[in-house]
């Protein structure tokens, strides 16, 4: 069955370094994927979408690879900031029965430490 | 653009009661919106998908029975939990896709349901 796996720990950084997160996956092989941001109580917010023939996108701070050989995407935060501290998911196209909804996964927690 | 509301934000209700959770597009329309349901440090779980005039597709394993969808306008959607229990207490999450590709989905700012 599809799977998708983030790192599950909260990832600490320092402020002004580069947080990168992994997104791996497993029986898919996605037209595209997704980083959303959610804070807690809130939905998520949709950051940036990456489709199959793209290596990489970026969105000012933000940088997404998706390497579908290795069946995974990095997620990179540059000059992370204490704003950026929240709960960061991957999603993909669903390929069960509902068409077109996203499968997520369970999100890494991140903490930008001042 | 693309604002998506969902009403109420919280909610309590005693066991056996029904609920409506409302999902609106407020500045753009809707052919299809989205339920998901969100558990403690879990990951979101797509329940439904919803499009306008039509029945809405169920995810295996959930119940369209307990769960009713009404996608009744191109900007409101309804998700009604019926007969709750405590176990339907949930964050759910309603989300709406912009445009035909329906690849990219903005996202209510969610619904918590407690059932006592």
């Known amino acids: 069955s599809q799977k998708i796996e983030q790192n599950s720990e909260a990832l600490n950084i320092q402020e002004g370094k580069t947080a990168t997160l992994t997104c791996n996956y497993t029986n898919y092989s996605p037209a595209y994927l997704q980083w959303y941001r959610q804070d807690p109580g809130r939905g998520p917010v949709f950051l940036l979408l990456i489709r199959e023939n793209e290596k990489e996108k970026r969105k000012e701070r933000l940088k997404v690879t998706f390497d579908t050989t290795l069946k995974q995407s990095l997620f990179h935060i540059t000059a992370s900031q204490p704003a950026d501290s929240a709960t960061y998911l991957c999603?993909?196209?669903?390929?069960?029965?509902?068409?077109?909804?996203?499968?997520f996964g369970k999100g890494t927690h991140l903490i930008i430490q001042p | 653009g693309a604002v998506v509301s969902q009403h109420p934000s919280w909610v309590i209700c005693k066991s056996g009661t029904s609920v409506k959770i409302e999902c609106r597009s407020l500045d753009f329309q809707a052919t299809t919106m989205f339920w998901y349901r969100q558990f403690p440090k879990q990951s979101l779980m797509l329940m439904a998908t919803?499009?306008?005039?039509?029945?809405?597709?169920?995810e295996q394993g959930v119940e369209k029975d307990k769960f009713l969808i009404n996608h009744a306008s191109l900007t409101l959607s309804t998700l009604t939990v019926t007969s709750a229990h405590p176990e339907d207490s949930s964050f759910y999450i309603c989300?709406?896709?912009?445009?035909?590709?329906?690849?990219?989905?903005?996202f209510g700012p969610g619904t918590r349901l407690t059932v006592l």
């Open positions: 989300s709406a896709s912009l445009g035909p590709k329906r690849d990219t989905q903005y």
């Open positions: 919803s499009n306008e005039g039509s029945k809405a597709t169920y």
């Open positions: 999603a993909l196209e669903s390929s069960g029965g509902g068409a077109d909804g996203l499968t």
